[in-house]
């Protein structure tokens, strides 16, 4: 059974993203979701904690074109901004209410 922490679920060791997230949740957060993964806590995901954050993720077919490093690494210097993050993960939303709305 997850348990909520601050907003996220917590489950076996493992932090869940809850699966509707309102970009207001995203945004308000100080770092949600994306600081858990800045293992050395210097304010970006270098290529080693943004494999971590796939890994624990599981994120679903559909959606793993959206989380490929150069891709969300807007500005190609080699690590992900908070922005970057909160970016692809407003692109990740857009698209699930897009597949929900295309499924109805």
Known sequence: MAKKVCGHYYRCGAWLLPMVLSSSMVLADGGG???????DYNGYLDSTE???FLKKRRIKKEF??????????KN????ISNQE????????????????????
């Open 33 to 39: 979701p994306y600081s858990i993964y800045d293992q």
């Open 50 to 52: 943004f494999e971590n």
């Open 64 to 73: 793993r074109h959206l989380w490929v490093f150069n891709k969300v690494d």
């Open 76 to 79: 190609q210097d080699g690590k």
């Open 85 to 104: 993050f909160v970016d692809t993960l407003k692109q990740e939303m857009d698209l699930r209410k897009a597949t929900k709305k295309a499924a109805f």
